[in-house]
């Protein structure tokens, strides 16, 4: 990793953490969360990409596993996971990405731990998702949870996501939808496709609700 990037990585930490201290959180679906745990298996999380730094903060006490991909950009991104206690694999779908949700699928069944994938990443485009996130809950046996998360003031960048940054002190709403089963079937793949979409989706709506 280039001397640069380790700082902006560090740097990257620093802000999440100083901001996320600030934030005044709030959550709806606790018991969502409670539902998906209870048969046991285990949980995969997915929430848009441009929702990553501030997501990944509040959701690293769920002892995390992400999928990174293998850009410069994706080294940067794992090493603030790690700094937050995220552990991390590396592939996209472009590159390295069936042996990448193998090796998610595997560190979740076999440490425990919960996966966490931003399905419309690395590139795009916004919130269309990509199957990757029910192969991966399908080669776990785990069941996915969409996650929303919405800023009462936040800075919006010019990138391909539209990057959200909570500004500090700012109010923050984190919404877990219903559990979802992945497809048994290939033929089923693009309609449960359709389905996540749509529930991660109403799940972001509902965290950005009264703060536009």
């Not at 700082?7 to 620093?14: P, T, Y």
């Not at 069936?98 to 090796?103: F, G, N």
């Not at 690395?122 to 990757?132: D, E």
């Not at 991966?136 to 990057?163: E, H, Q």
Request: with cysteine; net charge positive.
């Amino acid at each position: 990793m280039r001397a640069l990037d380790r700082i902006l990585a560090d740097a990257g930490w620093a802000l999440a953490w100083l901001i996320g201290r600030s934030l005044r959180w709030e959550e709806e679906g606790r018991e969502q969360l409670a539902a998906a745990r209870g048969p046991g298996r285990p949980i995969l999380f997915v929430f848009w990409h441009n929702r990553l730094l501030h997501a990944c903060y509040r959701l690293s006490r769920e002892r995390l596993v992400m999928m990174v991909s293998r850009s410069r950009d994706g080294d940067i991104i794992a090493r603030v996971a790690r700094d937050q206690g995220i552990a991390s694999v590396r592939g996209s779908s472009s590159r390295g990405g069936t042996a990448a949700l193998r090796a998610l699928a595997r560190v979740m069944r076999e440490q425990g731990l919960c996966g966490g994938m931003t399905p419309d990443g690395p590139r795009g485009p916004r919130y269309v998702l990509q199957p990757g996130a029910l192969v991966a809950a399908r080669l776990a046996g785990a069941l996915i949870v969409p996650v929303g998360l919405g800023f009462s003031r936040k800075k919006i960048f010019a990138s391909w996501d539209a990057f959200h940054l909570a500004l500090p002190f700012a109010r923050a709403r984190l919404v877990f939808g219903e559990p979802m089963e992945p497809p048994e079937r290939d033929d089923d793949f693009e309609e449960s496709r359709v389905d996540l979409e749509r529930r991660l989706t109403a799940v972001t709506q509902a965290a950005d609700r009264g703060f536009d």
